[in-house]
């Protein structure tokens, strides 16, 4: 087994969740691959400019480019579920996700999968924490598994204290790159789609948080943040 495999709930999480990982494995020479489980439609719904299909191609390449930016050349995958939506996925729709996870982790033979946690705030992101959780189960042999943060959601969301942990120490060039891959996600932290006044778009001040000087990754075992650690060395705490 070798490299990572980042799942993210929508285009742009991973760039924000792991941008400075992602950009540290792929500078050092370890596998990264990324797999997106929603479709990301939903951001902008009062849209008649950027209708549903249109948003889902515009993010999607906007994920691509961000992903060249953090110097990641393996192509992702887009299993295109619904935004919004994956918590109440029905029996059917859920094996596919989770069948669709399986194929994946096994085809990555990644040594570490890096995942949200699941105490995120956000439907979609508690509820690929599970899907990943329940396709882990399926392999024998399964990669570590690591969380990250997008949003902190409430004290009693985030882990516990002594949780173990891999905090990573950005470079002032990791974080130049995290920032750029977080601004190619152009439809979510700019007014591009400017038809609908309550769609998404990320706050200034809430970009400057996703750019803190570290990334802090979570895991149910001591033993999975030392895997973590021996890819993304140097710069790296673990507890």
């Known amino acids: 087994m070798s490299g990572i495999l980042v799942v993210s709930p929508h285009p742009d999480d991973d760039a924000i969740g792991c941008g400075g990982a992602i950009a540290r494995c792929a500078d050092r020479g370890v596998g990264v691959s990324v797999a997106y489980v929603t479709d990301g439609a939903a951001s902008h719904p009062g849209s008649k400019r950027f209708p549903p299909a249109s948003i889902r191609a515009l993010r999607e390449a906007e994920a691509i480019a961000a992903l060249r930016l953090l110097g990641v050349e393996s192509a992702p ?142 895991a149910a075992t001591v033993d999975a943040t030392r895997r973590f650690s021996g890819l993304v060395q140097p710069g790296t705490h673990t507890t």
């Open 77 to 218: 995958i887009f299993f295109r579920l619904p935004d919004g939506r994956l918590s109440d996925l029905d029996r059917e729709h859920r094996e596919f996700a989770v069948q669709s996870l399986e194929r994946t982790l096994r085809a990555s033979a990644c040594e570490v999968v890096v995942a949200p946690w699941p105490g995120e705030p956000h439907p979609d992101h508690a509820a690929t924490a599970s899907l990943v959780g329940a396709a882990l189960r399926r392999i024998a042999k399964p990669p570590a598994l690591l969380w990250y943060s997008v949003w902190p959601g409430r004290p009693a969301d985030r882990p516990r204290p002594g949780t173990p942990s891999v905090t990573i120490r950005l470079s002032p060039k990791e974080r130049a790159r995290k920032r750029s891959a977080i601004m190619a996600h152009v439809s979510q932290t700019t007014r591009l789609i400017d038809d609908d006044p309550d769609g998404f778009c990320a706050p200034a001040n809430v970009i400057e948080q996703w750019l803190r000087p570290q990334e802090r990754y979570y």
